[in-house]
C-alpha cells in the first residue's frame, strides 16, 4: 500500500508548489513588459523618422475649442437662453479630397449642408495645405456622432467632431425683445451676438475660446505627436428678473388686445411695486428667437423702450399727484369744469362732450377731464411741474441694460410755455417709454419714491462698462406719502363702475388703483397729429397694500377705441393672474368713496 500512495503525495506536491506559481507569473509579466519596452524603442528610437515624416506630411491640426455662453435665466433659474449638447463636424482636406464628391453628397443628405458649398472645402481648394475646414457648425451632438461613424463605415476618412455648443431659446418668444439672439458663429466658432441682452451683456456672456493643436495621421492623433490644449473658459450666467411664466401669459393676452382692437403695436409690462423688479416686459409684434430670420427687424426690438410716444390721461396721475405734493389742494377741491376752455392760441376739450360740470379734483381723475386738470393744475408756479416730472423719471433713460432705450422727449425749460404745460398736464406734446411710464406710476404705488426699474438680479457690466441691476439700484423720494395715498384713493374710482371710465379694468375680489390714457399719435409721414392714437391703461393693486404695477400699451386701434374699453380689460387679465400666482390675498378693506361730484 506505500508503493500505491508515494507517486499520488510527489504528483500533488508538484501541482500545489507556490514557487513553481510565481516562477511562472513573473516569466509571463516579463514576456508582456518585453514587448511594450520594445515598442516603445520602436517609437522612440527605431522609427521616430518615421513618425515625424508622418506628421510633416499630415500637418498640425488646430481647433478651437469655443467656450459655453452663459445662461441667461429667469428669476426662478429657468432657462430663457442657453447652451445646448453641441458638436461641429470637422474635415481634414488632405484625407477627404479623393473621395470629396461622393462625401460632399453623402454628408448633404444627413446634415444641413449645401454640396456646393462643401465641396471646395471637402477638396482643400478654400486655402492650400488647409488641414481643418469646418463643414457644419452647431449641429446636435448625437447628430453629429452618428454621420462621423457612419463615413467611417463607408470608408470615409478624413472627417471628426469636435464640441461646439448650441445656443438655444427654450421658451420660443417669451421675453425674446428683452433676451435677443446670437447669429451663427463665424469662422473661429464665435457667436455673432444681434440684439438684446445677447448684445448688451456679450462680454459676460460669452467667456473666452480655447484651442487644441495635436498632429494627425490617417485621420486620427499621431501618437506621442505634439498635442497641447489651452481649455476653455466658460461664459457667466446673468440671472433676470423676469417670470418666466407670467411674461408668457403676458405675452399672449398682449397679443390678443392688439389684435383684437386692430392696433399695429403694443408692449405690456409688469413691475414689482416695492423692488422696482420687472417680472415681464412683453412686445407685440414679436419674434421666435430661436428662428429670427422668420420675422423682420422691427419685431426684433424692444419697442417698450426704444418707442417714444405720448401717454395721454395716464400722465394726469403724476401732474395732479405732485400738486396734492405741493400741499395747495386736496382730492374734494372744487372745480367748475365748462364744456370748452379757452386757452391762448387754442382751446381745450374733454374727450366727451359736456355743459358745465362740477367735479372734485378726484372726479376730474375718474372722468379723465383735460379741461379740469388745467384748471388744477394752474395753481403750480413756474418751473414746478417739469421739476417733478424729472424726478418721476421722464426725460431719462431708465438704463435697465437693453441698448436703443429711448430717453423720451420731455423738452427743456425754454420750451415750456404756457400752452405746451397745459398739454403737458394731460399727457400730451411729452413722450415717455412703456418702461419709464411703468417705473413713474410704481412710483405712487411705493409710497411716492420711485425705484429704479431692474431686469438683472444682482449685477451684470455692460459692453461699455455700465454696471446695472438690483445691486446697482436706487431709491429717490418725489412726492410725500400721504400725497400718494391721496392719489391711490383717487385712482380707485377710476375703476368704480358708476363713479369711473374703467370698470373693466377692475379685479374681483382686489381693490385696484388706475388711470387710463388716450393721446393723439404723431404719424411718420406728417410728423403731425394724423389722427391715430394711443391707449392704455396703468394701475396697482391691491390699491391699499400694492405688490405689482401693470402697465398695457396699444398703438394705433381701430377709431374709437378708449383705454377703459382695450387695456384696461388687458390689464384686468394681467393682475389677476399676477395676483393669484404670487398668492396674494385681497386686503378686505372697504374701497374709496371719494366724492366725484359736488
Known amino acids: 500500500m506505500s508503493r500505491d500512495r508515494q507517486p499520488v503525495t510527489a504528483r500533488g506536491s508538484l501541482r500545489g508548489s507556490p514557487h513553481v506559481r510565481l516562477r511562472i507569473g513573473f516569466i509571463l509579466i516579463a514576456m508582456v513588459l518585453s514587448a511594450f519596452g520594445a515598442r516603445l524603442v520602436q517609437l522612440q528610437g527605431l522609427d ?25 435665466l429667469d428669476r426662478n433659474g429657468e432657462p430663457l437662453a442657453d447652451s445646448g449638447d453641441g458638436a461641429m463636424v470637422v474635415a481634414d ?66 472627417l471628426w467632431t469636435e464640441r461646439d455648443p448650441v445656443r438655444q431659446y427654450p421658451a420660443d418668444d417669451v421675453a425674446a425683445n428683452l433676451i435677443g439672439f446670437v447669429g451663427t458663429p463665424d469662422a473661429e466658432g464665435r457667436y455673432r451676438p444681434l440684439a438684446g441682452m445677447e448684445l448688451a451683456f456679450d462680454k459676460v456672456l460669452s467667456g473666452t475660446d480655447g484651442e487644441a493643436t495635436y498632429q494627425r495621421g490617417a485621420g486620427s492623433k499621431i501618437p506621442l505627436g505634439d498635442n497641447t ?108 369744469v365748462p364744456g370748452q376752455l379757452q386757452r391762448q ?12 360740470i362740477r367735479l372734485t379734483l378726484a372726479g376730474v381723475l375718474a372722468k379723465s377731464s383735460n379741461i379740469g386738470t388745467v384748471l388744477a393744475t394752474d395753481q403750480f408756479e413756474a418751473g414746478e411741474l417739469r421739476s417733478y416730472l424729472e424726478r418721476f423719471g421722464l426725460g431719462s433713460k431708465t438704463g435697465i441694460g437693453v441698448l436703443g432705450e429711448t430717453a423720451g422727449i420731455l423738452g427743456g425749460p425754454s ?54 441691476g438690483t445691486d446697482t439700484a436706487t431709491k429717490e423720494r418725489v412726492i410725500s406719502e400721504r400725497a400718494a395715498d391721496q392719489m391711490s384713493r383717487m385712482m380707485e374710482r377710476v375703476v368704480d363702475p358708476e363713479a369711473g371710465v374703467a370698470p373693466g379694468a377692475a379685479v374681483p375680489g382686489y381693490r385696484v388703483a388706475g388711470k387710463t390714457g388716450t393721446a393723439q399719435r404723431v404719424g411718420d409721414k406728417c410728423a403731425c397729429y394724423d389722427g391715430s392714437t394711443t391707449v392704455s391703461f396703468a394701475g396697482f393693486a391691491p390699491a391699499d397694500d400694492p405688490r405689482f404695477t401693470v402697465y398695457v400699451v396699444v398703438q394705433e386701434p381701430r377709431k374709437g377705441s378708449g383705454g377703459g374699453s382695450v387695456a384696461g380689460p388687458a390689464f384686468s387679465k394681467i393682475m389677476g393672474y399676477a395676483l393669484r400666482q404670487y398668492g396674494v390675498a385681497p386686503t378686505g378693506a372697504a374701497p374709496s368713496t371719494l366724492p366725484v361730484e359736488w
Open 48 to 72: 521616430p523618422n518615421g513618425y515625424a515624416a508622418m506628421a510633416a506630411a499630415e500637418g498640425l491640426a488646430e481647433v478651437v475649442l469655443p467656450a459655453e455662453r452663459g445662461d441667461i
Open 229 to 336: 490644449t489651452v481649455p476653455a473658459v466658460d461664459g457667466q450666467d446673468i440671472i433676470t428678473t423676469v417670470d418666466r411664466d407670467l411674461s408668457w401669459y403676458t405675452q399672449r393676452v398682449l397679443r390678443q388686445t392688439v389684435e383684437s382692437a386692430g392696433g399695429s403695436s403694443g408692449y405690456a409690462i409688469v413691475q414689482d411695486t416695492r423692488t422696482g423688479e420687472l417680472l415681464a416686459v412683453a412686445d407685440y409684434p414679436t419674434f421666435n428667437a430661436n428662428k429670427p430670420a422668420d420675422s423682420p427687424r422691427s419685431n426684433r426690438i424692444s419697442r417698450a423702450l426704444s418707442d417714444p410716444y405720448e401717454p395721454g390721461s395716464v400722465a394726469k396721475v403724476l401732474s395732479l399727484g405732485a400738486l396734492l405734493d405741493t400741499g395747495r389742494v386736496s382730492p374734494r377741491l372744487k372745480l367748475t
Open 415 to 468: 420750451s415750456w410755455t404756457s400752452q405746451a404745460e397745459d398739454r403737458i398736464s394731460f399727457g400730451q406734446s411729452v413722450s415717455v417709454n412703456a418702461v419709464q411710464m411703468t417705473a413713474a406710476v410704481n412710483t405712487i404705488a411705493n409710497g411716492g419714491v420711485r425705484v429704479d426699474p431692474n431686469i438683472v438680479k444682482g449685477s451684470a457690466t455692460m459692453a461699455d462698462g455700465t454696471v446695472v
Open 345 to 356: 392760441d387754442r382751446p381745450i376739450g374733454d374727450w366727451f362732450d359736456h355743459g358745465t
Open 93 to 158: 482636406p488632405s484625407l477627404t479630397a479623393k473621395e470629396a464628391p461622393a462625401l460632399a453628397k453623402f454628408l448633404a443628405n444627413r446634415l444641413d449642408v449645401d454640396y456646393f458649398k462643401i465641396l471646395p472645402l471637402l477638396r482643400g481648394q478654400r486655402e492650400k495645405g488647409s488641414r481643418f475646414e469646418y463643414i457644419a457648425r452647431q449641429v446636435p451632438a448625437a447628430q453629429a456622432n452618428a454621420v462621423v461613424d457612419a463615413a467611417k463605415e463607408k470608408k470615409y476618412d478624413g
